[in-house]
């Protein structure tokens, strides 16, 4: 298992290395000057090329690159050019912010998918499986934008019964963080609910027709033994890789909801950023998201090990 573990992580590292250099190499492309952006439209030549010479903006390519590697090796991903701090540091302090929005999106993905992917299966060609899928392909279907704005509109202004935006720290007042997340939990939820729900089904389905569900179930053992140990177990493998694309995708549509509901995490810093043209905050948040989603791919696949011993047998663990 350790092997495994080793193994995967040593494939991660290029494509690490991609990633950064993919993203210092856009924000070169990016139109627009940051030294024109700090020291305003009424400074003079000397002022914004004083300002150039001191971020390295007036070094070739390559050179700001190994000085940007150089940094990334000690720890350092900069400073911001707007904010005037440290740009780890900022991600740091709206990491929890972040994660818990995801955390509760993905507590409410794997509950309602997981369980209504089941009941369809179980309940296969009948008016419930039709309910089901026809309600994961509408989930599928709407933009979480414009879901964000139609559950504001219905429960926060013409309800009541929830707060349209800001955010409440959860270490805090827990109650207060419930109401505040649950309008943008939701949004990002109820798309990726939807995906769960059809593969979970698909995968049910495919493991029921099997041999040894037939031989349970002829045995006499109670219905749930026979869904819960037999069939969700052998079931699990896609539906792992699906809820690893979905915590993938809950993380990356962060921007979007943190946005429309005025939520301080990292989904909005970059989004500010990206307007504001703060490369340094911009590059270290691709690198931050990249790196957290190579650790949930890891997850991922030590998952996959766990639920089938074959294979980390088959590569060498």
């Given amino acids: 298992m350790a092997r495994y573990v080793l193994h995967r992580l040593l494939a991660s590292i290029p494509v690490l290395f991609v990633v950064t250099l993919v993203s210092f190499s856009l924000m070169q492309l990016v139109p627009g000057d940051p030294a024109i952006l700090i020291a305003g439209l009424q400074a003079t030549p000397e002022e914004v090329a004083r300002i150039r010479q001191q971020l390295g ?129 939701v949004s990002l939820a109820l798309l990726q609910t939807g995906l769960l729900a059809r593969i979970t089904r698909s995968a049910m389905l ?18 749930h033994l026979v869904v819960g140990k037999h069939a969700l177990a052998n079931a699990m493998i896609p539906v792992v890789t699906v809820l690893g694309i979905v915590t993938s995708l809950l993380l990356s549509g962060s921007v979007v909801i943190e946005t429309i509901f005025s939520i301080p995490g990292i989904g909005s810093l970059l989004g500010s950023s990206i307007l504001r043209r703060d490369y340094p905050v911009i590059q270290g948040g691709l690198l931050f998201v990249a790196t957290m989603l190579l650790l949930l791919n890891l997850v991922v696949d030590l998952l996959y090990a766990w639920l089938d011993p074959r294979i980390r047998y088959g590569r060498g663990g």
């Fill in 57 to 185: 903006l007036d070094q070739p390519f390559h050179v700001q690159l190994v000085s940007w590697y150089a940094q990334l090796l000690r720890g350092d991903l900069g400073s911001s050019l707007l904010l005037g701090r440290d740009v780890l540091e900022v991600l740091l302090e709206r990491l929890p912010v972040s994660f818990s929005i995801a955390l509760y999106a993905l507590l409410i993905t794997v509950a309602i998918g997981l369980g209504s992917g089941i009941l369809a299966a179980l309940r296969r060609n009948t008016i419930v499986d039709q309910i089901v899928m026809t309600l994961a392909l509408l989930g599928v279907s709407l933009p979480n934008f414009w879901l964000a704005l139609v559950l504001i509109v219905i429960f926060g202004v013409h309800l009541g019964w929830l707060p349209t935006g800001g955010y409440v720290d959860f270490r805090e007042d827990f109650w207060g963080w419930l109401r505040a997340s649950t309008l943008p939990a």
């Fill in 206 to 223: 495919e493991v029921l027709r099997q041999d040894y569900v037939r031989t349970a179930r002829a045995k006499g053992l109670p219905g």
